[in-house]
């Protein structure tokens, strides 16, 4: 069944776009430029560092800081490998970042694209936690967090948020901190998971040398 597209416009810019949302709640915005040679795409979900605690199934969930970054690092592996090594076989360059509010998947190519699509949907719908690499991710985010340690100018951001937030999750840095990761657990991400990364939460938006149709086949497939 081919799916009705919605084409919106956007008259100011004289761009272009199409809409159309899964029937499992994605919404999926495309925006075909075939005059392009690359495309770039981005899957995003509505989880971020100032998510803070939520309800799943009837009970509160309390998460410590930095489980949203947290979560972004570990859909990156599964049980078949690492998708950075499945993007590098695709030629696309591959990245992803957590922001306040949201957490976003991505990558560019000039070739081999609708794969790459494929890819993007396939690790971000299946994740994979263990005891194990959690304890690893554990030891590599704490470095990074230590790293930022040493950076002036984030220090003075990060206290400026701490003075003007007394109690919401905006005062807590993105990443958290090196105590705060440590009570992370695959139950913890597995929760976030469930509980955001719901299709009808996230929104897949790719733009560059695609037609609307095979972005919408492959979507179908994955999802």
Request: charged letters at 20%; proline letters at 3%.
């Amino acid at each position: 069944v081919r799916m009705q597209l919605k084409e919106i416009k956007d008259a100011a810019l004289g761009e272009r776009y199409f809409q159309y949302t899964m029937a499992n709640g994605l919404t999926v915005l495309i925006c075909p430029k075939p005059e392009k040679s690359g495309s770039f795409a981005l899957l995003g979900a509505k989880i971020g560092s100032a998510t803070g605690d939520f309800m799943l199934g009837g009970e509160r969930i309390t998460v410590p800081a930095g489980v949203a970054h947290f979560l972004e690092h570990k859909l990156f592996e599964s049980e078949q490998g690492d998708a950075f090594t499945l993007f590098a076989k695709t030629g696309a360059n591959a990245n992803a970042y957590t922001s306040f509010d949201r957490t976003c998947y991505l990558f560019g190519a000039s070739v081999n694209v609708l794969d790459s699509l494929a890819i993007l949907i396939d690790f971000v719908s299946h994740p994979h936690f263990t005891a194990q690499t959690v304890q690893k991710e554990q030891g590599i985010i704490g470095q990074e967090i230590k790293m930022y340690d040493d950076s002036a100018d984030w220090v003075l951001y990060t206290s400026v948020l701490r003075c003007l937030y007394k109690e919401l999750p905006l005062r807590e840095d993105i990443a958290g901190t090196v105590e705060s990761i440590a009570r992370i657990t695959p139950q913890t991400l597995y929760d976030c998971y469930d509980a955001f990364y719901r299709p009808a939460n996230m929104v897949l938006s790719i733009c560059g040398n695609v037609r609307t149709q095979d972005v919408v086949d492959v979507c179908e497939k994955g999802y």
